[in-house]
């Protein structure tokens, strides 16, 4: 057989490299409806509430809603919820490369939007983390500043890596800074996820997010995703195919991990709010 058939052959046969892109892309699907069902979620809960002038359901369900007296806080949280409905939904598409391919002008201009959303939603986020406090103490504090660094940061990375033509670098970057967007919509699916696990014991979580268990994801929503972006970029650009295919595998898994924990965080949190 001639070079030329056999370089072909390599590129259409179902090999390691193009069963990792497969897992890969089967994880990112699954994980976008989760992500727009959340969308759908914050639409219909917040939205609804809001155009009812139900603020109290509002209040029944976060920790600090509304406070009487707090205009700043209250204006910031519902700027809050709003922002988190517009990244959640345009994000996603920035990484769908049909999208980006095909119309680049919305690629540019969700973009910026993105980036922007992302600076304005973590700063806002932390003038009401800082000034109201949150349900799980000075650790929860700590690992919601880690998150809203690594957003502001990556998103940063992405922008600047753009602006330098470094494309393949910006992807890269961009990747990150939507997993670390994702966080909070990690953080309902680890829950979901050790709900189903333990059968709804969940031992080492507590009311008060105080638990080992809650501090522990709470860190763990930031960094654990892009520890795995990491090994799957690693496994993608080693030449071997060992690393592939285990990585494949692992890929598989978290894409079975995440539709349950969609799931079960749909069961718990978003359903019965819709
Ligand atoms: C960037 C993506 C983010 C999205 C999509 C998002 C989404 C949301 C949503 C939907 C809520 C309402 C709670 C619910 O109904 O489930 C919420 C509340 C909240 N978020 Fe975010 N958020 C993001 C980033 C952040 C960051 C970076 C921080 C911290 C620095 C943060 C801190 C909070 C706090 C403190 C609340 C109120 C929780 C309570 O009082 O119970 N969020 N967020």
Redesign the pocket.
């Known amino acids: 057989m001639n070079t030329v058939a056999t370089a072909q052959m390599r590129q259409t046969a179902f090999g390691p490299d193009r069963a990792l892109k497969g897992a890969a892309m089967l994880w990112f699907t699954v994980a976008l409806a989760g992500q727009w069902l959340?969308v759908v979620?914050?639409a219909i809960?917040?939205g609804g509430s809001t155009l009812a002038g139900d603020f109290e359901r509002i209040d029944g369900?976060?920790?600090?809603?509304f406070i009487a007296g707090d205009v700043l806080g209250n204006a910031l949280?519902m700027g809050?919820?709003l922002?988190?409905?517009s990244?959640?939904f345009g994000g996603p598409l920035q990484l769908i490369p049909q999208v980006r391919n095909r119309f680049r002008t919305f690629h540019r201009w969700n973009g910026r939007i993105y980036i922007a959303?992302?600076f304005i939603?973590?700063l806002g986020?932390?003038v009401?983390?800082y000034s109201?406090g949150?349900?799980g103490g000075p650790w929860m504090i700590a690992a919601?500043?880690l998150?809203?660094a690594l957003?502001m940061y990556f998103a940063f990375m992405t922008i600047r890596r753009a602006m330098a033509r470094d494309f393949r670098s910006h992807e890269r970057w961009a990747m990150r800074m939507f997993l670390?967007?994702?966080?909070?919509?990690f953080f309902?699916l680890g829950f979901g996820f050790y709900a189903f696990i333990t059968g709804g014991e969940m031992p080492g979580s507590q009311n008060n997010l105080e638990g080992p268990f809650d501090l522990s994801l709470a860190f763990a929503y930031s960094i654990v995703p892009i520890v795995i972006l990491e090994l799957y970029y690693r496994a993608r650009d080693t030449d071997g195919p060992v690393a592939k295919t285990a990585m494949t595998g692992g890929m598989l898994a978290l894409t079975a991990a995440t539709g349950l924990g969609i799931f079960m965080a749909a069961q718990i949190?978003w359903l019965p709010?819709m």
């Open positions: 959340f979620y914050i809960f917040y369900r976060v920790f600090h809603g949280f809050h919820v922002l988190a409905f990244i959640t959303t992302a939603i973590s986020a932390l009401l983390v109201r949150v349900i919601n500043t998150n809203a957003i670390a967007v994702s966080g909070v919509w309902r949190f709010n």
